[in-house]
């Protein structure tokens, strides 16, 4: 019986734990899918607004946020947040000292923008904010800072975007993809790092070593055996959730490019995985790293709070976590741009780089072994 086989066998073996995750992942990103509200379209928000600074700046988009919409005016962000769990407000934005200085003249983000990421209205208010404030600063710049304009503009932008006929089955399939890009890390994190464990034990080691395959070959089969156990994930949830949940979007456009990036994510992060097996031998060990990982490069990737709004120096970083890209993806796909080879470039690369680390570490322990 050869490595794959026999890690395959291992899998079977602990099936009902594989059955276990995957029901764990559709039941969470069905709920969070559902909870993406179906008209998403400009309707008026209640926006929380904690105001530290009398600028310029701050008092107009303060103004420009106010046409149409309920703004709440806090005196603490912690009493805005309190309001924002129980769903009062659709988002906070938090107008700093010195906004309008590090707005011009640094590349610093000038405001703090809090959103609830199972609110669809949430990425309106989002987006509301840092375009103005990049419009504002480009006008700033070019010495014509004519506010007036600036809003009558942002005003007409956004009735073109929200014109957009996107339909309610498209919406709730982006709002899957969203989730199912972090929620998958956690998953197959952990499942793939229990089927490694058990197959990493000393008698089967010593058979692997006594092998006639090559080194590589052998390490081969086991990113091989974890690739098709995570693709078998991505195949049942998403074919679930298609079939059960949103049978209309198998006649959508957008089905094609989306199931391309969730395909392509769901191998990246088995490889990725497998990454982490190499480094990690213990069971313990491998939850704790399941588990704070993905928090971590969510937090990186813009997942929990815009990039833009993040500290310069977080901004590069984002750009080496593979979920920035992720992100990024799917947002031009929900808004009709289906042109994201980019983006795919980038991912398959992190899952390359991810792929010839783990098989440098392996090359490396075996060395210290003989």
Excluded at 9 to 16: C, D, P, T, Y
Excluded at 110 to 128: A, C, E, M, V
Excluded at 315 to 327: D, G, H, R, T
């Amino acid at each position: 019986m050869n490595t794959l086989q026999y890690f395959i066998k291992i899998a079977n073996r602990n099936k009902i734990l594989i059955i276990a995750y995957i029901a764990i992942l559709i039941a969470f990103t069905a709920l969070s899918m559902s909870s993406y509200e179906d008209a998403y379209s400009r309707r008026p928000l209640n926006i929380g607004i904690v105001k530290q600074e009398d600028s310029q700046f701050g008092n107009s988009l303060i103004e420009h946020l106010g046409k149409g919409n309920t703004l709440y005016h806090y005196d603490s962000q912690e009493q805005a947040e309190l309001d924002l769990y129980t769903r009062f407000i659709d988002g906070i934005v938090v107008v700093p000292v010195d906004s309008e200085r590090i707005l011009l003249e640094t590349d610093d983000a000038p405001l703090w923008i809090r959103t609830d990421i199972t609110n669809s209205q949430s990425l309106f208010l989002q987006r509301t904010v840092e375009t103005y404030a990049l419009y504002y600063k480009a006008m700033v710049d070019a010495g014509k800072p004519d506010l007036h304009r600036l809003s009558t503009v942002l005003d007409e932008r956004v009735k073109v975007v929200f014109s957009t006929d996107r339909s309610p089955l498209e919406k709730k399939f982006h709002g899957f993809a969203n989730v199912y890009g972090f929620v998958i890390m956690m998953i197959l994190f952990r499942l793939l790092g229990d089927l490694s464990i058990s197959f990493n034990k000393k008698d089967i080691q010593i058979r692997n070593r006594i092998s006639p395959k090559s080194d590589m070959r052998l390490k081969g089969e086991i990113s091989l055996a974890q690739m098709i156990i995570a693709l078998l994930v991505f195949v049942l949830v998403t074919g679930f959730i298609l079939i059960v949940f949103l049978p209309g979007m198998l006649e959508s456009r957008s089905l094609r490019p989306y199931l391309l990036i969730l395909f392509l994510w769901t191998a990246v992060v088995a490889l990725l995985a497998g990454l982490i097996n190499r480094l990690s031998k213990t069971k313990s060990l491998n939850m704790t790293i399941g588990n704070m990982l993905p928090l971590i490069i969510m937090f990186l990737s813009g997942s929990m709070l815009p990039i833009r709004f993040m500290p310069s120096f977080m901004q590069k970083i984002a750009a080496f976590s593979p979920l920035f890209y992720y992100n990024k993806g799917i947002m031009s796909i929900s808004e009709g741009d289906f042109d994201i080879g980019g983006e795919l470039l980038i991912i398959a690369a992190f899952g390359l780089a991810f792929y010839l680390s783990s098989l440098y570490l392996g090359k490396e322990r075996k060395t210290r072994t003989l």
